[in-house]
Nanobody, 115 residues
C-alpha cells in the first residue's frame, strides 16, 4: 500500500526558511519520480517542484531559485528546502507520486508565511 507522509511545516516569518520532508512506503521508491504540489486558499493546486528517479529536478516559476528538492533513496524520503519565503508561499503542501495508473497524495501539511 502506497503511503506518503509529509512533515516539517509550520509558521515562519517572511524571508525565513523551512524544510519539508515526505516519507514514502509501499513501493520501490528509488524507481519513481516524486512531486511537491501546493494549494493556497481559493486557488488551484500547482506544482512547486519535481524530482525524477534519476534525480533530475524541475520547479514552478514562482519558486525557482528559492526552493530546492532532493531525495534520499536510502531513507525513502524527498525533501523540499524552502528559502526566502514570501507570504504568497502560504499554502498546504502535498507530496505526490504516480504509481502505475494511480496518483497518490499525502495528507498535506500547512506552511504559513506571516509576520
Amino acid at each position: 500500500q502506497v503511503q506518503l507522509v509529509e512533515s516539517g511545516g509550520g509558521l515562519v516569518q517572511p524571508g525565513g526558511s523551512l524544510r519539508l520532508s515526505c516519507a514514502a512506503s509501499g513501493f520501490t521508491f528509488s524507481s519513481y519520480g516524486v512531486n511537491w504540489y501546493r494549494q493556497a486558499p481559493g486557488k488551484e493546486r500547482e506544482l512547486a517542484a519535481t524530482i525524477t528517479s534519476r534525480g533530475i529536478t524541475g520547479y514552478g516559476e514562482s519558486v525557482k531559485g528559492r526552493f530546492t528538492i532532493s531525495r534520499d533513496n536510502a531513507k525513502n524520503t524527498v525533501s523540499l528546502q524552502m528559502n526566502s519565503l514570501r507570504p504568497e508561499d502560504t499554502a498546504v503542501y502535498y507530496c505526490n507520486v504516480r504509481y502505475g495508473a494511480t496518483y497518490y497524495w499525502g495528507q498535506g501539511i500547512q506552511v504559513t508565511v506571516s509576520s
